[in-house]
């Protein structure tokens, strides 16, 4: 049920810890859904994600009970449907700057007129296997809706974002916010103040507070400012970390 109760355990604030899947592969899927990690978030914004890799990684997925959220490439709601149509568990939509913009992933993200189209032979919804209703319902008790927030206008008008009626969390991109603030470095006070500021508006809406972050010793530092999940590197990044380790170990017993 680890699929099912996603969206319950980010509503009830759980901890919780994810990673970016950067390469589109079911082994990445697969591997990562045997460690235990909480879900994981394929980029197919900064990366090569074309529609049947993605498809591939979400049924893979969905067959091992393995929560997928997607870094979706823009706000469209094209984008969104064919996201959640394949078995996306939710949407992580990057740049979301004004409460039009929060308003409009969330319409597209939910069934009803001039939101998220149907379609019964959809993997989402059973591939004709269960009655509309059903189908709907289920959605909506399932689907997560995440705004990312990268830019100043993003923290500017974090009140009017976060209150959005359907939204189910908000993403501080540290990385994004502080090159919007004209900042090269994730400890300047610009972003610290961005970091109360949005955390603020998230529990007043009591919805999920999540960030990026490259190791796991940030938890420490940044728990203070409210943050219930996080989204812990991709596994390149891991690869990556692994790799040169090894290589500087084994250059150190010659």
């Known amino acids: 049920m680890?699929?099912?109760?996603?969206k319950k355990r980010m509503k009830n604030q759980e901890p919780l810890?994810?990673?970016?899947?950067?390469?589109p592969s079911i082994e990445i899927v697969e591997i990562l859904a045997e460690t235990g990690i909480d879900f994981a978030c394929l980029d197919a914004e900064h990366f090569a994600f074309d529609r049947s890799r993605m498809d591939a990684c979400l049924a893979v997925g969905r067959a091992l009970d393995f929560p997928l959220l997607v870094r979706t490439s823009n706000s469209s709601h094209s984008e969104i449907l064919k996201v959640l149509d394949s078995g996306a568990t939710g949407i992580v939509?990057?740049?979301?700057?004004?409460?039009?913009?929060?308003?409009?992933?969330?319409?597209?993200?939910?069934?009803?007129?001039?939101?998220?189209?149907?379609?019964?032979?959809?993997?989402?919804a059973g591939r004709t296997s269960k009655p509309m209703?059903?189908?709907?319902?289920?959605?909506?008790?399932?689907?997560?809706?995440?705004?990312?927030?990268?830019?100043?206008?993003?923290?500017?008008?974090?009140?009017?974002?976060a209150s959005v009626s359907g939204l189910d969390a908000v993403f501080l991109g540290p990385s994004d916010l502080s090159l919007s603030y004209g900042e090269t470095n994730l400890d300047s006070?610009?972003?610290?103040d961005a970091m109360i500021k949005v955390g603020a508006a998230a529990v007043?809406?009591?919805i999920n507070y999540i960030t990026f972050i490259t190791d796991l010793a940030k938890i420490k530092d940044?728990?203070?400012?409210?943050?219930?999940?996080?989204?812990?590197?991709?596994?390149?990044?891991?690869?990556m970390k692994s790799a040169l380790e090894a290589v500087e170990t084994f250059q150190s017993t010659e």
Do not use: C
């Open 2 to 6: 680890r699929i099912e109760n996603l």
């Open 17 to 23: 810890l994810g990673t970016f899947i950067r390469t």
């Open 93 to 124: 939509v990057p740049h979301v700057d004004s409460v039009i913009k929060a308003e409009e992933i969330v319409k597209g993200a939910h069934y009803g007129a001039g939101g998220r189209g149907y379609a019964g032979g959809t993997r989402s």
């Open 133 to 161: 209703s059903d189908v709907i319902e289920k959605a909506k008790k399932r689907t997560i809706v995440v705004a990312q927030i990268e830019e100043k206008s993003g923290v500017d008008f974090i009140e009017d974002i």
């Open 189 to 192: 006070q610009f972003l610290i």
């Open 204 to 206: 007043k809406n009591k």
């Open 222 to 239: 940044w728990k203070k400012y409210g943050f219930t999940t996080y989204v812990l590197g991709s596994e390149q990044a891991w690869i």
